[in-house]
């Protein structure tokens, strides 16, 4: 469990805590939530996230462009935030924003934008909308991986490897 504490951010010294620590990191470490209970909101809001975004997917005729476009974007946001119960507000935005990943944090971020205007805004949104939800998918997909050490240099390898470059 420490380990697993350690990978997230809240099994530092008390000296490299108190040297990062801001308000928000005070009210996260006073908080009154156990570690179970953190687990188990993380847990939760991750599937409930990709489960909406699983269902909007399967009901894309069904409900409509716009409807699956709000629906789908809010799913990969549930899931996104889920990690907050882990690690806290303050640790999840620095690591989110960290140099590793911040090209695919501002993608994705723009890509939930995106598709949200397009639904909104467009009269006619079903193109923009369907390709702004590819966005966002591989967006995600690349943020996601990006917290496995080396996986997205061994998914570099593998492209590279079948498209020969």
């Known amino acids: 469990m420490e380990t697993f504490k350690n990978v997230f951010g809240t099994g530092a010294t008390d000296e490299e805590q108190s040297e990062e620590t801001g308000i928000m990191d005070e009210l996260w ?3 009154t939530l156990s570690w179970s209970t953190r687990i188990k909101g993380f ?3 991750f599937v409930f996230g ?12 069904t409900i409509g462009v716009v409807a699956f476009a709000v629906l789908y974007t809010v799913g990969n946001l549930c899931s996104m935030l889920s990690t907050l119960f882990l690690m806290g507000p303050v640790s999840q935005f620095k ?4 140099s590793t990943r911040i090209i695919s944090t501002i993608v994705v971020l723009i890509s939930f934008v995106c598709t949200l205007l397009c ?5 006619r949104p079903t193109l923009l909308c369907i390709l702004c ?3 966002q998918f591989f967006a995600m997909l690349w943020y996601s991986i990006s917290y496995i050490p080396f996986a ?14």
């Open 43 to 45: 847990v939760f809001f």
């Open 29 to 31: 470490k006073n908080s």
């Open 95 to 98: 690591k989110m924003f960290a």
């Open 133 to 135: 939800v590819i966005i």
């Open 152 to 165: 997205r240099d061994a998914v570099k390898k593998f492209f590279g490897a079948i498209l020969d470059i």
């Open 50 to 61: 990709y489960l909406i975004s699983f269902i909007s997917t399967s009901l894309l005729l």
């Open 119 to 123: 639904a909104f805004l467009l009269e």
